[in-house]
């Protein structure tokens, strides 16, 4: 009788490619119905079916009883008519209460850092940077841009090697990635690695020095790149001329730009920043991409392979070296989490590592359910007259809640799995 509920299990089964309808039946008091026809009602007999051994034995005995083999599954509507429905004030581009959609029973979600063309493909790896942290928590503490720079050496020539390994689905997904040979380079664990260095995230220090680790990410892999074109050829949809002549080669270093005009570059784009939410949790939990710490204490909720939630008990892992180091001491206010940063100090850090992202980065803004609709849309305007290419918030509401979730009688933040934010 719950319409509401046909329509989730109509999306659910699109997502495996299986198309139906809802009859919502003209009579008053009429239940709503969910109809599967056709090649759709095989493909559910194959892929779900009914748990109940009566209805197994309907569904068997009416596909048994058509003449011909029902038609392939198809995914084509026609459109009878379009007609303007009004206006209303939106935060975002999202469907209420679904954060994807079904396209021809695909379930799609789109990321934000890699802008793609036709049959592109992403090809992403990220440098922790924590590791490269010099005596933290000291006045000595420093970042080795000279060991972030050979790793990013090693990181383009892997990066490129799988675009060859790769078995795509489609052949124009095959011939896409490898005439183009994209590749996407960033970091992760940098507000970990700022409060290790003892910079505050919302601070021009902390912009600075984050600047300079993704220049030498962004500077080493196109020297790279070019000496994997002098090896192996220059990526096969490459023109020389077009390609000097882009935006972001002629703000590179004129060795960089001399070596593209002598030797081809092996892959058209190298740099992209990812939300790395899993492998930064897999990575001793750091900070993720170039995110700021969303709590350095919370409960995470996890599904297991039997489909049961289990909560873990989280720590951030720039606290856990403060504890290591200095136990009990009060923590500097270096650490600083999300909750607490203006949505211009976001937009600030995702500028200051814009011009060496020749891709897009993937940042989130949080902000505060009661935040106000014009302060909300002046940060759009903000991040399009600062030059991002892209631009992500993420507000807490009745339909999808809050990526972090208070618990008051611990004090702690509960993070659900189905919740995280792109």
Not at 6 to 20: K, T, Y
Not at 73 to 96: M, Q
Not at 292 to 308: I, K, M, N, Q, S
Not at 360 to 372: E, G
Request: hydrophobic residues 40%; glycine residues 8%.
């Amino acid at each position: 009788n719950d319409l509401a509920l046909l329509q989730a299990v109509q999306r659910m089964l699109l997502r495996l490619g299986i198309a139906s309808a809802v009859l919502r039946g003209g009579a008053a008091g009429a239940r709503p119905e969910l109809v599967i026809a056709g090649g759709h009602l095989e493909a559910f007999a194959r892929q779900v079916g009914f748990r109940d051994a009566a209805r197994r034995a309907r569904l068997r005995a009416a596909l048994g009883a058509c003449r011909r083999r029902p038609r392939p599954p198809r995914f084509t509507a026609t459109v009878e008519s379009v007609r303007p429905d009004g206006e209303a004030d939106v935060f975002d581009a999202a469907i209420p209460g679904i954060n994807a959609f079904d396209a021809n029973g695909l379930y799609v979600h789109n990321c934000g850092e890699v802008p793609l063309p036709p049959y592109g493909a992403c090809d992403l790896g990220s440098i922790n940077l924590v590791p490269f942290v010099r005596e933290p928590f000291t006045e000595r503490a420093s970042l080795d841009l000279d060991g972030i720079a050979e790793t990013a050496r090693v990181a383009v020539r892997m990066m490129d090697n799988v675009i060859d390994v790769s078995r795509f689905p489609l052949p124009q997904q095959a011939e896409m990635a490898r005439g183009t040979r994209r590749i996407g380079l960033g970091l992760t664990g940098l507000a970990d690695t700022l409060i290790m260095l003892g910079l505050r995230y919302d601070e021009p220090p902390a912009r600075q020095l984050a600047a300079r680790a993704m220049q030498t990410i962004c500077h080493a892999a196109y020297r790279c790149s070019i000496e994997l074109a002098r090896e192996k050829g220059p990526f096969p949809f490459f023109e020389r001329e077009p390609y000097l002549a882009g935006e972001f080669i002629r703000a590179l270093p004129a060795d960089i730009r001399d070596g593209i005009a002598q030797h081809g570059i092996r892959n058209s784009h190298l740099t992209a920043i990812a939300p790395t939410g899993t492998i930064s949790l897999l990575a001793n939990n750091v900070s993720s991409g170039i995110e700021p710490v969303y709590a350095f204490h919370y409960r995470r909720r996890v599904l297991e392979l039997d489909g049961r939630p289990r909560e873990y008990e989280l720590t951030d892992h720039a606290l856990e070296r403060w504890r290591a180091l200095r136990g009990a001491a009060p923590r500097p206010p270096t650490f600083v989490s999300a909750q607490e940063l203006t949505p211009a100090a976001h937009l600030e850090m995702q500028a200051a590592l814009q011009p060496y992202v020749d891709n897009a980065i993937s940042k989130t803004i949080n902000v505060p359910a009661d935040f106000p609709f014009e302060r909300f849309k002046d940060i759009y305007r903000d991040a399009f007259e600062r030059g991002l290419k892209g631009c992500t918030t993420y507000r807490p509401n009745v339909v999808t809640g809050a990526v972090l979730e208070a618990t008051p009688e611990e004090g702690t933040l509960c993070c659900t799995p189905e919740r995280e934010a792109d």
